[in-house]
């Protein structure tokens, strides 16, 4: 009780040389606090974008589809799998898919496009397709008189091909039962933008495709969503139990999207080392005060010690008065940053030239905030101050009193 | 003799085609393969006359799908060839052409007319194991192919190495034939590296119209599991009335099935 109430004097003796360590602590405490919730706000926005845009957060195939994506390895919609996701409660919704590739023909030219059949209903309802769409409407039409169902377009397909909202497209493919695939659409909408992923698919409604594909009843690719993308692993067990068939394969997307998040990791990994930066920066600055500040008091341990004072005793007091310095700073720091990460968790940053990461155009800069943002730099600062104050905590309790009080 | 090879012409002009390009065939001085030659010199005029109307069902398997399709087929000579499908009635109206050595396919769904590209030529056609160049690079293969028979066994077989400038994917064609009435028996192909990579057999030998042919067809790729195409002559009409020269047209390919 006597060392902590003397560190708690010591900080204020020399408030000069408090103040100047406190604002470094307390700086890189903001530093750190922004620095956690940039990183992990702009991560969670971009897996928000990238999970919603179209992945899912979790998908379910026919065996190794992801892999290798065959025509043929596909699902039955009538297998059960549609009544288990209806029945699951942390499914909040669900999408069917078919994908196939094929010929386009506008009126002159023809070009590869990958061919897309979604439920119009599930899928805008599960990811943001409804809102990709820039001109036309979303599947608001069924069959038309002429019996050619409504289409929805990539921007680099209508360049190519020339085409138009209302204009005939030509779609060209095999089936799945061998046969040649072909029937005439008439565009509906266009959706996303000239640089997004989708720009050279056609999407069908989900019937279109499985006429044209010849497939009946089938189904590639569910996309599953449930509340929030760090569930998607315990969804993937989940839906992987209940499912319970080996040939049916149910991955999260950090496996859909194995590149992106591999990358991401990668960031992350980078964004540590800035953070090890700030830190030791710190520790430099803390490490030169506390060694100052004991140099400065040799005689005073000199006398401490001499009156008996035990050595443990003098260090301790030390490093409590950085720790207790640190934890002061700290709370200094939350004080300011509190502010300041708010705005950013809900103004953001727009970036003047946004970055294209795998496809997915990320514009906004937004942080997040949470306990662990908050409490993770309160660690990471007072423990390393407490770690680098151990040198000079050792040197003053190593102190000689007879060295110490004449001056030598 | 003659029969046998009106059947294949019939057909994706495939099987017999080797007969019928004997002034093509460098001059061998060995005995049997003047004999060939004169063989194929005789069915090759009788066949240049010939005017076909088929028609026939086609059955594909393969361990994803089994499919079935009627259809009919027209042919004048070994150049041309015209192929609509009847059912099923997705499919129905879809036509190739073929003139010399180039293909067209029609869509009638979507009204479109689409030539088979050079690199499309390995491509299957309509789905089954006989491919686009087994349609219509028939008769420069049989160009380009050294013969020798060998009449020593029970059967004749017939070896086809293409010669030193043909363009194939073939290293070696066998032809199996029946010594005492010439029935093919079975055709099989060997890749480069001297595997044998699919198989056409002769089956089912029937009457039409007075002359008896094989009336099935089996095509097996050896190189994919569970894969097999069969064709089944379901009617045939040698020397066909009304099979004129300006039915292989691409406008004629353009006429819609009713």
Sequence with gaps: MLVAKLAFRNIFRQRRRSLLTGLSMGGGYILLALTISLVEGSYNNIINIVTTDHTGHVQIHKENYLERPGIFKTLSRGSGIETLLANEPSVRSWAPRIYGVGLGYGDEKSAPLSIVGIDPVMERNTTSIFGKVREGNYFSDPVNSDGYYSVMIGYGVADMLKLSIGDEIVLISSGADGSIANDIYRVGALVGSRDSYEKMTVYLPLEAAQDFFSMKGKVHEYAVMTSHPSEAWKLTAVLSAIIDDPLVTVSPWQVVEATFYKSMEADKQGNKVTMGIVVFLICIGVLNTVLMSVLERTKEFGVMLAVGTNRLMVMAMIILEIVTLGLLSCAIGFLLSLPLLYWFTHVGITMPQPIDMGGVIYDTMVGEMGAAIFIIPVVIIVGSAAAVSFIPAIRAALITPLDALSDR | ?258
């Design chain 2, 1 to 258: 003799m003659t029969k046998y090879i009106t059947l294949g012409l019939l057909l994706f002009s495939l099987p017999m085609s080797w007969f019928l390009t004997a002034e093509n065939l460098v001059t061998d001085t060995s005995a049997n393969e003047e004999k060939a030659k004169k063989l194929i010199q005789q069915v090759d005029d009788m066949y240049r006359s010939t005017a076909s109307r088929a028609t026939m069902t086609m059955r594909v398997q393969t361990p994803n799908y089994e499919r079935s399709m009627t259809m009919e087929s027209y042919t004048i000579g070994e150049e041309k060839m015209l192929i609509r499908i009847l059912a099923p009635k997705k499919e129905r109206g879809i036509s190739t052409l073929k003139l010399d050595e180039e293909m067209w396919n029609f869509f009638p769904k979507i009204n479109k007319t689409i030539k088979v590209p050079p690199s499309m030529m390995m491509g299957s056609w309509m789905g089954s194991d006989f491919t686009n160049d087994d349609l219509v690079k028939e008769t420069s293969l049989t160009d380009d192919y050294a013969l020798s028979l060998d009449e020593s066994g029970e059967i004749y077989v017939i070896t086809l190495i293409p010669r030193a400038q043909t363009v194939t994917v073939w290293d070696k064609i066998i032809i199996k034939m029946n010594k005492e009435n010439y029935t093919p028996i079975e055709q099989a192909f060997y890749d480069e590296k001297n595997r044998k990579v699919r198989v056409m057999s002769y089956r089912e030998p029937k009457q039409f119209g007075g002359v008896i042919l094989p009336s099935v067809l089996e095509m097996v790729p050896l190189n994919k599991k569970g894969h097999k195409t069969l064709v089944l002559y379901d009617k045939l009409e040698l020397n066909a009335e009304g099979v004129e020269e300006d039915l292989f047209t691409l406008r004629s390919l353009k006429r819609r099935l009713r």
